[in-house]
């Protein structure tokens, strides 16, 4: 049970750090930075969609 508390607090911890990067990016259109907002913006979608699936396997396993 201890595991699965640190890995979705890990997840939640990349989520917000996606999230923030996003509202805080510069502007600047280098292809490393398009790169990376890519990553950001396909991780603020898929994250929470994994979590509802953590979930939803704990509560099915409960």
């Not at 280098?30 to 396997?57: F, K, Q, R, T």
Request: proline fraction near 3%; avoid cysteine; charged fraction near 5%.
């Amino acid at each position: 049970m201890l595991v699965e508390n640190i890995n979705i607090t890990q997840t939640l911890t990349l989520w917000f750090a996606a999230m923030i990067f996003l509202q805080t990016g510069s502007g600047n259109s280098n292809p490393l930075v398009l790169l990376s907002v890519s990553v950001a913006i396909a991780l603020s979608y898929i994250i929470p969609l994994y979590l509802l699936g953590a979930i939803a396997l704990a509560m099915r396993d409960s």
